[in-house]
Protein backbone atom coordinates (compact mmCIF):
# COMPACT_ATOMS: atom_id res chain seq x y z
CA UNK A 1 0.00 0.00 0.00
CA UNK A 2 2.81 2.13 0.67
CA UNK A 3 4.49 1.19 -2.46
CA UNK A 4 1.49 2.18 -4.27
CA UNK A 5 1.57 5.99 -2.85
CA UNK A 6 5.00 6.57 -3.69
CA UNK A 7 4.18 5.81 -7.36
CA UNK A 8 1.54 8.48 -7.16
CA UNK A 9 3.90 10.70 -5.73
CA UNK A 10 5.51 11.87 -9.31
CA UNK A 11 2.13 12.12 -10.94
CA UNK A 12 0.77 14.64 -8.69
CA UNK A 13 4.19 16.63 -8.89
CA UNK A 14 3.87 16.75 -12.51
CA UNK A 15 0.13 17.55 -12.19
CA UNK A 16 0.92 20.66 -9.91
CA UNK A 17 3.97 22.03 -12.01
CA UNK A 18 1.38 21.24 -15.60
CA UNK A 19 -1.22 22.84 -13.33
CA UNK A 20 1.41 26.17 -12.20
CA UNK A 21 2.45 26.24 -15.86
CA UNK A 22 -1.51 26.87 -16.48
CA UNK A 23 -2.19 29.82 -14.46
CA UNK A 24 1.04 31.45 -14.77
CA UNK A 25 0.62 31.49 -19.01
CA UNK A 26 -2.70 32.65 -18.46
CA UNK A 27 -1.91 35.09 -15.71
CA UNK A 28 1.09 36.57 -18.40
CA UNK A 29 -1.74 36.38 -21.50
CA UNK A 30 -3.77 38.52 -19.08
CA UNK A 31 -1.16 40.87 -18.29
CA UNK A 32 -0.70 40.94 -22.15
CA UNK A 33 -3.89 42.05 -23.00
CA UNK A 34 -3.94 44.51 -20.62
CA UNK A 35 -0.94 46.08 -21.50
CA UNK A 36 -2.01 46.13 -25.01
CA UNK A 37 -5.67 47.71 -24.13
CA UNK A 38 -4.04 50.03 -21.69
CA UNK A 39 -1.65 51.37 -25.02
CA UNK A 40 -4.57 51.70 -27.29
CA UNK A 41 -6.28 53.86 -24.51
CA UNK A 42 -3.08 56.32 -24.41
CA UNK A 43 -2.97 56.02 -28.27
CA UNK A 44 -6.47 57.30 -28.50
CA UNK A 45 -5.39 59.66 -25.73
CA UNK A 46 -2.74 61.17 -28.10
CA UNK A 47 -4.45 61.21 -31.16
CA UNK A 48 -7.44 62.78 -29.93
CA UNK A 49 -6.31 66.09 -31.66
CA UNK A 50 -4.09 64.84 -34.14
CA UNK A 51 -6.23 62.37 -36.27
CA UNK A 52 -10.17 61.58 -35.12
CA UNK A 53 -10.26 58.62 -36.97
CA UNK A 54 -7.10 56.57 -35.49
CA UNK A 55 -8.41 57.95 -31.73
CA UNK A 56 -11.87 56.91 -32.47
CA UNK A 57 -10.41 53.40 -33.54
CA UNK A 58 -7.86 52.66 -31.02
CA UNK A 59 -10.76 53.43 -28.03
CA UNK A 60 -13.42 50.99 -29.69
CA UNK A 61 -10.39 48.57 -29.90
CA UNK A 62 -9.56 48.83 -26.24
CA UNK A 63 -12.76 48.54 -25.28
CA UNK A 64 -13.10 45.08 -26.77
CA UNK A 65 -9.44 44.13 -25.62
CA UNK A 66 -10.30 45.36 -21.98
CA UNK A 67 -12.67 42.83 -21.00
CA UNK A 68 -12.49 42.05 -17.09
CA UNK A 69 -10.83 44.89 -17.00
CA UNK A 70 -13.28 47.41 -15.67
CA UNK A 71 -10.66 50.95 -15.48
CA UNK A 72 -9.72 49.91 -19.05
CA UNK A 73 -12.80 49.61 -20.16
CA UNK A 74 -14.43 52.95 -18.54
CA UNK A 75 -11.28 55.16 -19.74
CA UNK A 76 -11.92 53.51 -23.35
CA UNK A 77 -15.93 54.48 -22.83
CA UNK A 78 -14.43 57.98 -21.88
CA UNK A 79 -12.15 58.03 -24.86
CA UNK A 80 -15.10 56.88 -27.55
CA UNK A 81 -16.86 59.74 -25.64
CA UNK A 82 -14.83 62.52 -26.71
CA UNK A 83 -15.01 61.46 -30.30
CA UNK A 84 -18.40 61.03 -30.51
CA UNK A 85 -18.81 64.39 -28.79
CA UNK A 86 -16.44 65.91 -31.39
CA UNK A 87 -18.95 64.20 -34.29
CA UNK A 88 -21.57 65.70 -32.69
CA UNK A 89 -23.46 62.72 -32.30
CA UNK A 90 -24.17 63.66 -28.65
CA UNK A 91 -26.87 61.24 -28.09
CA UNK A 92 -24.20 57.95 -28.54
CA UNK A 93 -21.85 60.59 -26.55
CA UNK A 94 -24.01 61.05 -23.79
CA UNK A 95 -24.57 57.28 -23.57
CA UNK A 96 -20.93 56.33 -23.64
CA UNK A 97 -20.07 58.65 -21.09
CA UNK A 98 -23.07 57.19 -18.56
CA UNK A 99 -22.00 53.48 -19.14
CA UNK A 100 -18.94 54.61 -17.68
CA UNK A 101 -20.56 54.77 -14.02
CA UNK A 102 -21.80 51.65 -14.67
CA UNK A 103 -18.66 49.81 -16.11
CA UNK A 104 -16.67 50.62 -12.92
CA UNK A 105 -16.19 52.26 -9.90
CA UNK A 106 -13.31 54.31 -10.80
CA UNK A 107 -13.42 57.55 -9.01
CA UNK A 108 -11.10 59.49 -11.66
CA UNK A 109 -12.58 57.52 -14.85
CA UNK A 110 -16.33 58.86 -13.65
CA UNK A 111 -15.03 62.00 -13.00
CA UNK A 112 -13.91 62.20 -16.66
CA UNK A 113 -17.20 61.60 -17.62
CA UNK A 114 -19.23 63.81 -15.29
CA UNK A 115 -16.54 66.21 -17.43
CA UNK A 116 -17.67 64.81 -20.68
CA UNK A 117 -21.38 65.32 -19.61
CA UNK A 118 -20.71 69.04 -19.04
CA UNK A 119 -19.45 69.77 -22.34
CA UNK A 120 -22.81 68.08 -23.85
CA UNK A 121 -25.09 69.73 -21.59
CA UNK A 122 -23.02 73.21 -22.63
CA UNK A 123 -22.91 72.58 -26.03
CA UNK A 124 -27.14 71.61 -26.24
CA UNK A 125 -27.68 74.32 -23.68
CA UNK A 126 -29.14 72.22 -20.78
CA UNK A 127 -27.91 74.57 -18.15
CA UNK A 128 -29.21 72.99 -15.04
CA UNK A 129 -27.45 69.62 -15.94
CA UNK A 130 -24.52 71.17 -16.67
CA UNK A 131 -24.01 72.43 -13.04
CA UNK A 132 -25.56 69.18 -11.95
CA UNK A 133 -22.37 67.49 -13.68
CA UNK A 134 -20.35 70.04 -12.19
CA UNK A 135 -20.99 69.76 -8.65
CA UNK A 136 -20.96 65.78 -9.20
CA UNK A 137 -17.33 66.70 -10.72
CA UNK A 138 -16.65 69.01 -7.86
CA UNK A 139 -17.66 66.52 -5.01
CA UNK A 140 -15.72 63.84 -6.66
CA UNK A 141 -12.36 66.08 -7.22
CA UNK A 142 -12.57 66.64 -3.53
CA UNK A 143 -13.03 63.01 -2.75
CA UNK A 144 -9.76 62.35 -4.57
CA UNK A 145 -7.66 65.48 -3.30
CA UNK A 146 -8.87 63.72 0.56
CA UNK A 147 -6.95 60.27 -0.71
CA UNK A 148 -4.57 62.31 -2.96
CA UNK A 149 -1.39 59.64 -1.45
CA UNK A 150 -3.00 56.66 -3.08
CA UNK A 151 -2.43 57.46 -6.30
CA UNK A 152 0.90 56.53 -7.03
CA UNK A 153 0.25 55.22 -10.78
CA UNK A 154 2.12 57.58 -13.12
CA UNK A 155 -0.95 57.36 -15.70
CA UNK A 156 -3.39 57.57 -13.03
CA UNK A 157 -1.94 61.38 -12.19
CA UNK A 158 -1.57 62.04 -15.61
CA UNK A 159 -5.59 61.32 -16.01
CA UNK A 160 -6.49 63.59 -12.94
CA UNK A 161 -4.17 66.25 -14.15
CA UNK A 162 -6.07 66.34 -17.10
CA UNK A 163 -9.22 65.78 -15.87
CA UNK A 164 -8.38 69.36 -13.49
CA UNK A 165 -7.42 71.23 -16.36
CA UNK A 166 -10.31 69.59 -18.83
CA UNK A 167 -12.69 70.65 -15.93
CA UNK A 168 -11.62 74.69 -16.01
CA UNK A 169 -11.62 74.82 -19.69
CA UNK A 170 -15.12 73.23 -19.60
CA UNK A 171 -16.33 75.70 -17.14
CA UNK A 172 -14.74 78.82 -18.87
CA UNK A 173 -16.35 77.78 -22.09
CA UNK A 174 -19.62 77.63 -20.37
CA UNK A 175 -19.12 80.90 -18.93
CA UNK A 176 -17.71 82.78 -21.86
CA UNK A 177 -21.17 81.66 -23.92
CA UNK A 178 -23.46 82.95 -20.99
CA UNK A 179 -21.43 86.10 -21.11
CA UNK A 180 -20.01 85.71 -17.13
CA UNK A 181 -16.46 87.26 -17.67
CA UNK A 182 -15.28 87.14 -14.47
CA UNK A 183 -16.26 83.78 -13.80
CA UNK A 184 -15.02 82.43 -16.93
CA UNK A 185 -11.71 84.32 -15.96
CA UNK A 186 -11.73 83.39 -12.62
CA UNK A 187 -12.03 79.12 -14.37
CA UNK A 188 -9.68 79.27 -17.08
CA UNK A 189 -6.93 81.05 -14.34
CA UNK A 190 -7.77 77.86 -12.32
CA UNK A 191 -5.16 76.40 -14.46
CA UNK A 192 -1.52 76.65 -13.28
CA UNK A 193 1.16 76.39 -15.81
CA UNK A 194 3.45 74.01 -14.13
CA UNK A 195 5.48 70.65 -15.20
CA UNK A 196 2.52 68.37 -15.19
CA UNK A 197 0.47 70.84 -17.81
CA UNK A 198 3.67 71.32 -19.74
CA UNK A 199 4.30 67.50 -20.16
CA UNK A 200 0.69 67.04 -21.88
CA UNK A 201 0.95 69.15 -25.15
CA UNK A 202 -2.37 69.07 -26.03
CA UNK A 203 -4.07 70.29 -22.47
CA UNK A 204 -1.32 73.37 -22.94
CA UNK A 205 -2.55 73.72 -26.24
CA UNK A 206 -5.68 73.97 -25.53
CA UNK A 207 -4.62 76.61 -22.33
CA UNK A 208 -2.77 78.68 -24.74
CA UNK A 209 -5.83 78.95 -27.20
CA UNK A 210 -8.00 79.78 -24.83
CA UNK A 211 -6.21 82.52 -23.25
CA UNK A 212 -5.47 83.99 -26.96
CA UNK A 213 -9.30 83.35 -28.44
CA UNK A 214 -12.10 83.39 -25.74
CA UNK A 215 -11.36 86.32 -24.20
CA UNK A 216 -9.57 85.28 -20.82
CA UNK A 217 -6.44 87.67 -21.39
CA UNK A 218 -6.55 90.44 -18.62
CA UNK A 219 -4.37 93.30 -18.98
CA UNK A 220 -4.37 97.07 -18.41
CA UNK A 221 -5.31 98.61 -21.86
CA UNK A 222 -7.25 97.29 -24.76
CA UNK A 223 -4.08 97.41 -26.77
CA UNK A 224 -1.88 94.69 -24.38
CA UNK A 225 -4.49 92.99 -24.44
CA UNK A 226 -4.17 92.43 -27.79
CA UNK A 227 -0.66 92.20 -27.87
CA UNK A 228 -1.39 89.19 -25.42
CA UNK A 229 -3.94 87.60 -27.01
CA UNK A 230 -1.36 87.57 -30.26
CA UNK A 231 1.40 85.92 -28.02
CA UNK A 232 -0.31 83.16 -26.71
CA UNK A 233 -1.83 81.99 -30.16
CA UNK A 234 1.49 82.24 -31.67
CA UNK A 235 2.50 79.80 -29.36
CA UNK A 236 -0.09 77.79 -30.15
CA UNK A 237 0.30 77.73 -33.54
CA UNK A 238 3.92 76.43 -33.46
CA UNK A 239 3.54 73.94 -31.13
CA UNK A 240 0.54 72.85 -33.21
CA UNK A 241 2.72 72.72 -36.09
CA UNK A 242 5.57 71.63 -34.62
CA UNK A 243 3.52 68.12 -33.13
CA UNK A 244 1.36 67.95 -35.73
CA UNK A 245 -1.99 68.81 -33.46
CA UNK A 246 -3.99 69.74 -36.07
CA UNK A 247 -7.08 70.63 -34.77
CA UNK A 248 -5.16 73.27 -32.22
CA UNK A 249 -3.25 74.58 -35.28
CA UNK A 250 -6.55 74.92 -37.04
CA UNK A 251 -8.21 76.90 -33.78
CA UNK A 252 -5.16 79.43 -33.96
CA UNK A 253 -5.28 79.95 -37.72
CA UNK A 254 -9.30 81.04 -37.09
CA UNK A 255 -8.58 82.82 -34.14
CA UNK A 256 -5.42 84.89 -35.48
CA UNK A 257 -8.24 85.36 -38.70
CA UNK A 258 -10.67 87.06 -36.08
CA UNK A 259 -7.92 88.92 -34.22
CA UNK A 260 -6.39 90.23 -37.14
CA UNK A 261 -10.14 91.35 -38.81
CA UNK A 262 -10.47 94.80 -37.50
CA UNK A 263 -7.56 96.99 -39.12
CA UNK A 264 -6.42 98.33 -35.71
CA UNK A 265 -5.31 95.50 -34.53
CA UNK A 266 -3.80 94.58 -37.57
CA UNK A 267 -1.90 98.05 -37.65
CA UNK A 268 -1.01 97.66 -33.44
CA UNK A 269 0.57 94.28 -33.87
CA UNK A 270 2.92 95.27 -37.28
CA UNK A 271 3.95 98.11 -34.82
CA UNK A 272 4.75 96.36 -31.77
CA UNK A 273 5.53 93.11 -33.05
CA UNK A 274 6.86 93.48 -36.47
CA UNK A 275 9.67 90.55 -36.64
CA UNK A 276 6.97 88.13 -35.67
CA UNK A 277 4.19 89.34 -38.18
CA UNK A 278 7.15 89.41 -40.72
CA UNK A 279 7.49 85.56 -39.61
CA UNK A 280 3.68 84.51 -40.18
CA UNK A 281 3.63 86.56 -43.51
CA UNK A 282 6.75 85.51 -45.33
CA UNK A 283 5.05 86.79 -48.40
CA UNK A 284 4.51 90.22 -47.27
CA UNK A 285 0.74 89.50 -47.56
CA UNK A 286 -1.83 92.76 -47.52
CA UNK A 287 -4.04 93.03 -44.39
CA UNK A 288 -7.35 91.39 -46.61
CA UNK A 289 -5.44 88.64 -47.92
CA UNK A 290 -3.15 87.91 -44.70
CA UNK A 291 -6.90 87.49 -42.74
CA UNK A 292 -8.49 85.64 -45.27
CA UNK A 293 -5.71 83.13 -45.61
CA UNK A 294 -5.76 82.84 -42.06
CA UNK A 295 -9.10 81.72 -41.93
CA UNK A 296 -8.98 79.34 -45.27
CA UNK A 297 -6.15 77.80 -43.55
CA UNK A 298 -8.30 76.65 -40.69
CA UNK A 299 -11.49 75.54 -42.63
CA UNK A 300 -8.87 73.08 -44.50
CA UNK A 301 -7.32 71.76 -41.26
CA UNK A 302 -10.93 71.28 -39.68
CA UNK A 303 -12.18 69.66 -42.94
CA UNK A 304 -9.26 67.30 -42.66
CA UNK A 305 -9.86 66.88 -39.27
CA UNK A 306 -13.33 66.16 -39.20
CA UNK A 307 -15.07 68.28 -37.00
CA UNK A 308 -18.40 69.60 -38.06
CA UNK A 309 -19.17 72.33 -35.36
CA UNK A 310 -15.23 73.78 -36.19
CA UNK A 311 -16.03 73.67 -40.05
CA UNK A 312 -19.12 75.53 -40.17
CA UNK A 313 -17.66 77.87 -37.38
CA UNK A 314 -15.34 78.85 -39.88
CA UNK A 315 -16.98 79.50 -42.63
CA UNK A 316 -19.00 82.23 -39.96
CA UNK A 317 -15.39 83.81 -39.74
CA UNK A 318 -14.74 83.93 -43.21
CA UNK A 319 -18.26 85.98 -43.00
CA UNK A 320 -17.30 88.06 -40.21
CA UNK A 321 -13.83 88.94 -41.83
CA UNK A 322 -15.22 89.71 -45.25
CA UNK A 323 -18.25 91.70 -43.41
CA UNK A 324 -15.27 94.06 -42.01
CA UNK A 325 -13.91 94.23 -45.99
CA UNK A 326 -17.02 95.17 -47.05
CA UNK A 327 -17.34 92.10 -49.27
CA UNK A 328 -21.11 92.07 -48.03
CA UNK A 329 -22.45 89.32 -50.97
CA UNK A 330 -19.47 86.97 -49.93
CA UNK A 331 -20.53 86.99 -46.40
CA UNK A 332 -23.76 86.10 -47.16
CA UNK A 333 -22.39 83.10 -49.20
CA UNK A 334 -20.16 81.85 -46.53
CA UNK A 335 -23.22 81.91 -43.84
CA UNK A 336 -25.19 79.89 -46.48
CA UNK A 337 -22.79 77.33 -45.80
CA UNK A 338 -22.18 77.73 -42.16
CA UNK A 339 -26.34 77.08 -42.11
CA UNK A 340 -26.21 73.85 -44.51
CA UNK A 341 -23.86 72.53 -42.03
CA UNK A 342 -25.92 72.70 -39.67
CA UNK A 343 -28.38 71.31 -41.49
CA UNK A 344 -26.52 68.60 -42.32
CA UNK A 345 -26.24 67.52 -38.58
CA UNK A 346 -29.57 67.46 -38.34
CA UNK A 347 -30.09 65.29 -41.04
CA UNK A 348 -27.65 62.99 -39.93
CA UNK A 349 -28.75 62.54 -36.50
CA UNK A 350 -32.61 62.98 -36.53
CA UNK A 351 -33.25 61.43 -39.74
CA UNK A 352 -34.87 64.76 -41.10
CA UNK A 353 -36.61 63.62 -44.27
CA UNK A 354 -39.11 66.90 -44.28
CA UNK A 355 -37.40 69.57 -46.76
CA UNK A 356 -39.32 72.13 -45.23
CA UNK A 357 -37.75 71.47 -41.42
CA UNK A 358 -34.28 73.36 -43.06
CA UNK A 359 -32.51 76.48 -41.66
CA UNK A 360 -32.50 79.37 -44.21
CA UNK A 361 -31.22 82.70 -43.89
CA UNK A 362 -34.59 84.36 -44.89
CA UNK A 363 -38.14 83.40 -44.62
CA UNK A 364 -40.52 85.73 -45.69
CA UNK A 365 -43.80 86.20 -43.43
CA UNK A 366 -42.72 83.05 -40.82
CA UNK A 367 -44.77 83.07 -37.95
CA UNK A 368 -42.20 81.09 -36.09
CA UNK A 369 -38.35 79.98 -36.67
CA UNK A 370 -37.47 76.14 -37.44
CA UNK A 371 -34.29 77.03 -34.83
CA UNK A 372 -37.26 77.22 -31.72
CA UNK A 373 -38.71 74.01 -33.00
CA UNK A 374 -35.94 71.76 -32.61
CA UNK A 375 -35.12 73.72 -28.52
CA UNK A 376 -38.47 72.85 -27.87
CA UNK A 377 -38.58 69.17 -29.18
CA UNK A 378 -36.96 67.01 -26.65
CA UNK A 379 -35.59 64.03 -29.00
CA UNK A 380 -33.80 67.06 -30.84
CA UNK A 381 -30.09 67.93 -29.08
CA UNK A 382 -29.90 71.02 -31.37
CA UNK A 383 -26.58 73.69 -30.68
CA UNK A 384 -28.52 76.93 -30.22
CA UNK A 385 -25.31 79.12 -29.80
CA UNK A 386 -24.23 77.35 -32.65
CA UNK A 387 -27.03 78.69 -34.51
CA UNK A 388 -27.50 82.14 -32.75
CA UNK A 389 -23.91 83.28 -33.88
CA UNK A 390 -24.87 82.74 -37.45
CA UNK A 391 -28.17 84.53 -37.01
CA UNK A 392 -26.59 87.29 -35.91
CA UNK A 393 -23.69 87.46 -38.52
CA UNK A 394 -26.82 86.89 -40.99
CA UNK A 395 -28.69 90.30 -39.01
CA UNK A 396 -25.13 92.12 -39.83
CA UNK A 397 -24.81 91.11 -43.38
CA UNK A 398 -28.35 91.97 -44.25
CA UNK A 399 -27.95 95.11 -42.55
CA UNK A 400 -25.47 96.24 -44.84
CA UNK A 401 -26.69 95.27 -47.56
CA UNK A 402 -30.06 97.61 -47.01
CA UNK A 403 -32.54 94.51 -46.48
CA UNK A 404 -34.05 95.44 -43.64
CA UNK A 405 -36.53 92.72 -43.08
CA UNK A 406 -34.18 89.87 -43.68
CA UNK A 407 -32.00 91.47 -40.88
CA UNK A 408 -35.07 92.15 -38.67
CA UNK A 409 -35.53 88.22 -39.11
CA UNK A 410 -32.33 86.77 -38.09
CA UNK A 411 -32.03 89.44 -35.89
CA UNK A 412 -34.93 87.95 -33.71
CA UNK A 413 -34.25 84.66 -33.84
CA UNK A 414 -30.83 85.66 -32.52
CA UNK A 415 -32.15 87.39 -29.61
CA UNK A 416 -34.90 84.27 -29.10
CA UNK A 417 -31.79 81.91 -28.84
CA UNK A 418 -30.01 84.63 -26.52
CA UNK A 419 -33.04 84.78 -24.17
CA UNK A 420 -33.24 80.83 -24.09
CA UNK A 421 -29.34 79.92 -24.11
CA UNK A 422 -28.68 82.51 -21.19
CA UNK A 423 -31.13 81.38 -18.80
CA UNK A 424 -28.54 81.04 -15.85
CA UNK A 425 -29.60 77.90 -13.96
CA UNK A 426 -27.08 77.40 -11.59
CA UNK A 427 -29.64 78.54 -8.69
CA UNK A 428 -31.85 76.01 -9.84
CA UNK A 429 -29.75 73.25 -9.92
CA UNK A 430 -28.10 73.90 -6.22
CA UNK A 431 -31.83 74.55 -5.45
CA UNK A 432 -32.47 70.54 -6.61
CA UNK A 433 -29.32 69.52 -4.81
CA UNK A 434 -30.14 71.46 -1.68
CA UNK A 435 -33.90 69.53 -2.15
CA UNK A 436 -32.17 65.92 -2.80
CA UNK A 437 -30.03 66.53 0.54
CA UNK A 438 -32.69 67.23 2.45
CA UNK A 439 -35.26 64.22 1.37
CA UNK A 440 -32.18 61.99 1.85
CA UNK A 441 -32.33 64.03 6.05
CA UNK A 442 -35.52 63.42 6.16
CA UNK A 443 -35.61 59.98 5.04
CA UNK A 444 -32.42 59.63 8.12
CA UNK A 445 -34.53 61.44 10.70
CA UNK A 446 -37.45 58.85 9.75
CA UNK A 447 -35.73 55.71 10.43
CA UNK A 448 -34.09 57.62 13.67
CA UNK A 449 -37.53 58.12 14.80
CA UNK A 450 -39.15 54.23 13.94
CA UNK A 451 -35.95 52.98 15.34
CA UNK A 452 -36.29 55.22 18.74
CA UNK A 453 -40.21 54.16 18.67
CA UNK A 454 -38.81 50.45 17.86
CA UNK A 455 -36.63 50.56 20.96
CA UNK A 456 -39.30 51.66 23.19
CA UNK A 457 -41.75 49.29 22.32
CA UNK A 458 -38.52 46.53 23.04
CA UNK A 459 -37.93 47.96 26.33
CA UNK A 460 -41.67 48.15 27.15
CA UNK A 461 -42.07 44.31 26.01
CA UNK A 462 -38.75 43.07 27.62
CA UNK A 463 -39.88 44.99 30.74
CA UNK A 464 -43.22 43.71 31.21
CA UNK A 465 -41.80 40.15 30.92
CA UNK A 466 -39.06 40.82 33.11
CA UNK A 467 -41.68 42.06 35.91
CA UNK A 468 -43.79 38.73 35.04
CA UNK A 469 -41.06 36.37 35.02
CA UNK A 470 -39.59 38.16 38.51
CA UNK A 471 -43.09 38.05 39.79
CA UNK A 472 -43.40 34.12 39.06
CA UNK A 473 -40.02 33.66 40.84
CA UNK A 474 -40.80 35.40 43.71
CA UNK A 475 -44.15 33.63 43.96
CA UNK A 476 -41.78 30.47 43.63
CA UNK A 477 -39.09 31.66 46.52
CA UNK A 478 -42.55 32.19 48.48
CA UNK A 479 -43.96 29.20 48.15
CA UNK A 480 -40.58 27.27 48.59
CA UNK A 481 -39.97 29.58 51.91
CA UNK A 482 -43.49 28.23 53.20
CA UNK A 483 -42.71 24.66 52.68
CA UNK A 484 -39.65 24.80 54.72
CA UNK A 485 -41.24 26.81 57.54
CA UNK A 486 -43.22 23.97 57.75
CA UNK A 487 -40.76 21.27 57.58
CA UNK A 488 -39.01 23.16 59.92
CA UNK A 489 -42.12 23.44 62.31
CA UNK A 490 -43.08 20.09 62.16
CA UNK A 491 -39.76 18.62 63.79
CA UNK A 492 -39.89 18.16 67.72
CA UNK A 493 -37.02 20.10 69.54
CA UNK A 494 -34.17 18.34 70.47
CA UNK A 495 -34.40 18.14 74.55
CA UNK A 496 -31.20 18.40 76.28
CA UNK A 497 -29.72 15.17 78.02
Not at 102 to 131: H, P, V, W
Amino acid sequence: MVMKKMCLLPIWAVLLIIAGIFFSCEKKKDMAIYRQADSLNLLSYRMRYKNLDTACKAAHDAYKLADGFPSLRAEALNNQGFCAFIHMDFERAEDLFLRVYEESNNELECLIADIGMMKICQRTAMNKEFYDYRNSALRRMKRISDDRSAITDPRELERLDYARSEFSIASAIYYYYLQQEQQSLEAINEIQVDEALESDTAQLLYYYYMKGSGGMYEADTPQDVVLGEFNYLIECLGISREHGYVYFEANASQAMAELLKERKNFDLIMERRPNVMRAINSEDLPWEELTMRFAWRALDLFKKYGDLYQISGTYRTLASCSNEQGRYEDALHYLSEALGYVNRHHEKYYHCTDTTDRLRPYVPMAATSVELEWINDDGIKSVPEWIARFREQLSVTYAALGMKPQSDYNRNIYLDILDYTRQDKELESRYNALEKESEALNGLLVVVVIGIAVLIILFWILNKRWRVRNALYIDKLKRTLEICRKITASVPLMRGR
